[in-house]
């Protein structure tokens, strides 16, 4: 098994952290749409969403953003399932597992921002600076990582390692 780079404990309490945060911020919206973005973000998703007092609906979208090779980054984002509904005035937060080049979050922000929603922010578990090629504004971090590999919560390495419950660390070559 991957070794702990984060426990399940730490996630936990990073979660309610934010969504503390972001209910705060948010205390005076009606609703807040949450775009989770697939796959990765389906279990932070998932935890944060039953954390917030706000009143809230969930939608997905499904992006990529890798080539056929699961550690070589091909720049490259393409939307594979939009959202079902129209954000037009509507308070949006993306919901991502990590931004490690910026780029999806970057493009989604794009895609999001020219549907005229009335605000939109974004929130990720784990961001790693070290890799950041744009400048990608994210309201809410929950953990700043270093340039290593990371799975699980989410996060997979040719689809494995997923529903671990705790953010592991692999050298994907081995
Ligand atoms: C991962 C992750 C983010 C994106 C971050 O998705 O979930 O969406 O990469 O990388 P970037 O900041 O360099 O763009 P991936 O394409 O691996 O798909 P998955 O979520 O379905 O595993």
Redesign the pocket.
């Known amino acids: 098994m991957p070794d702990s780079l984060i426990t399940e404990t730490e996630v936990a309490a990073r979660v309610a952290e934010l969504a503390a945060e972001i209910d705060a911020d948010y205390a005076a919206t009606d609703e807040l749409i949450l775009i989770g973005?697939?796959?990765?973000?389906f279990i932070f998703l998932a935890d944060l969403a039953r954390r917030l007092e706000v009143k809230h609906r969930v939608e997905f979208i499904?992006?990529?953003?890798?080539g056929e090779s699961?550690s070589i980054?091909s720049g490259a984002?393409r939307m594979l399932m939009d959202v079902r509904h129209d954000i037009e005035d509507c308070d949006v937060l993306v919901v991502?597992?990590?931004?490690?080049?910026?780029?999806?979050?970057?493009?989604l922000m794009r895609l999001l921002a020219a549907r005229a929603p009335k605000s939109l922010h974004a929130c990720t578990l784990l961001r790693k600076p070290d890799?950041?090629?744009v400048d990608v504004d994210v309201s809410y971090v929950g953990f700043d990582i270093p340039d290593v590999w990371v799975v699980g919560y989410?996060?997979?390495w040719a689809?494995r390692f997923?529903t671990l419950p705790y953010i592991g660390q692999i050298e994907p070559q081995v």
């Open positions: 973005v697939l796959k990765g973000s499904a992006v990529t953003s890798y699961e980054h984002v991502e597992d990590i931004v490690d080049s910026g780029q999806t979050l970057e493009y890799r950041l090629e989410g996060l997979d689809e997923r």
